[in-house]
Every structure is written in structure tokens, then in C-alpha cells.
């Protein structure tokens, strides 16, 4: 059964920084390309970026760029998410997901919220 | 950006009645290697969402045949026949032809 678990939201400043991780299981990890996703509260989806199977090319979304960094750790199943500079506007839940060969965004993680306050 | 454009963004239906969901694309989302890829998602309440249609019209391992897509370039549609209690949730179109863009949602109600 694949699986996708987030960690690592919680409350963070403004203008501070905060790293997610994602495991996988069920899966061969290191064959798909992996992307992070972001719902703000009562809002629909946004494509963060996303991150090749042997993780040599990375996408943003314009939002982001140079703000969040996709990484991966192939021999220990896991997503990461590292996060700067953040804003107000970040708070949402983030979730890993999935791109199957044929169908993007087949799988999805539960999800983890990130509240940006002061 | 593609913006896609669902309609309506509430539908209310009985059960057993069939209800069909419009995304509308900005932009054509036939890729340069002949596939479209529009895909539907429903996201029920306190979940995360889940995948129930790729390419258009193929069904997900697992979903029920009561939901199918279709539609082609930049008008897509998603349709529920006999439309089930547990079919409550938000909908979304999802293109990934271009950077990846979500529709707005549409929210089903069960009466």
C-alpha cells in the first residue's frame, strides 16, 4: 500500500524558515517524481514544485521560486521540503504527493499544517 | 498561468440522481505528445484529496463506474451517474499538460 506521511508544520514566525519531510512507503521511491502542494484554509490547490526521480531537476512554481528548495533522499524514502523567508500568505496545509507513470498526482499524503504568524 | 474554470461551484443532488461538473481551460491542454492531462479529484471533508480520473476519461484502479470524464482541448467534464452518499466533497480539475494548475472546486451537496 503506498503511503506518503508528512512532518515537520507547526507555527513559525514571518520571515522565518521551516523544513517538511515526507516518507514514503509501499512504493520503489527513487522511479517517480515527487511534488509538494499547498492548500491555504477553504481554498483549492496550488502546485509548489516538484522534483525528479534521481532528483537532479527541481520546478517551482513562480510563488516560490527561490523561496522553497525540493530535495530528496532516495536511499531513505523521503521528501523534503525546506521553506525561507516565509509569509503570512504560506499558511496552508502541505501535502506530498505523488506523480504516477501514467496519471500525475495519483497519491497523496495526509497532509501537514503550517501556520505563518506572529 | 492556466486558469481552469469550474462550474458551479456548489451542486446539490438527491440520491441516485446524475449531476456533471464543467472545467474550462484557459489554454488548450493537448501536449505536444498527444495526451491530454486533465485529471478530477475529490477531496471529501477532513481528507486529502484522492484521484479518480486521469487523461480525461481514465478511471482510477479502484473508483466506481459511476464517474466519468470526458472533453478534449480546453473544455472537460466530469460526470456522476446515480450520484452515491459518499460522493459529498469539493471536485477538482487538475492540468499538468503546462505548470501544474487546479480548478476553483465544486462542491457536492447530497440533498
Known amino acids: 500500500e503506498v503511503q506518503l506521511v508528512e512532518s515537520g508544520g507547526g507555527l513559525v514566525q514571518p520571515g522565518g524558515s521551516l523544513k517538511l519531510s515526507c516518507v514514503a512507503s509501499?512504493?520503489?521511491?527513487?522511479?517517480?517524481?515527487m511534488n509538494w502542494v499547498r492548500q491555504a484554509p477553504g481554498k483549492t490547490m496550488e502546485w509548489i514544485g516538484d522534483?525528479?526521480?534521481?532528483?537532479?531537476?527541481?520546478n517551482y512554481a513562480p510563488s516560490v521560486k527561490n523561496r522553497f528548495t525540493i530535495s530528496r533522499d532516495n536511499a531513505k524514502s523521503i521528501l523534503y521540503l525546506q521553506m525561507s523567508n516565509m509569509r503570512s500568505d504560506y499558511t496552508a496545509t502541505y501535502y506530498c504527493?505523488?506523480?504516477?507513470?501514467?496519471?500525475?498526482?495519483?497519491?497523496w499524503g495526509q497532509g501537514v499544517m503550517v501556520t505563518v504568524s506572529s | 498561468d492556466v486558469v481552469l474554470t469550474q462550474t458551479p461551484p456548489t451542486l446539490s443532488a438527491t440520491i441516485g440522481q446524475s449531476v456533471s461538473i464543467s472545467c474550462r481551460s484557459s489554454q488548450s491542454l493537448l501536449h505536444s505528445n498527444g495526451n491530454t492531462y486533465l485529471n478530477w479529484l475529490l477531496q471529501r471533508p477532513g481528507q486529502p484529496p484522492q484521484l479518480l480520473i486521469y487523461l480525461v476519461s481514465r478511471l482510477e484502479s479502484g473508483v466506481p463506474n459511476r464517474f466519468s470524464g470526458s472533453g478534449s482541448g480546453t473544455d472537460f467534464t466530469l460526470k456522476i451517474s446515480g450520484v452515491e452518499a459518499e460522493d459529498l466533497g469539493v471536485y477538482y480539475c487538475?492540468?499538468?499538460?503546462?505548470?501544474?494548475?487546479f480548478g476553483s472546486g465544486t462542491k457536492l451537496e447530497i440533498k
Open positions: 487538475v492540468q499538468s499538460t503546462h505548470a501544474p494548475t
Open positions: 504527493v505523488r506523480d504516477g507513470v501514467i496519471a500525475a498526482f495519483d497519491y
Open positions: 522534483i525528479k526521480p534521481d532528483g537532479s531537476n527541481t
Open positions: 509501499g512504493f520503489t521511491f527513487r522511479d517517480y517524481w
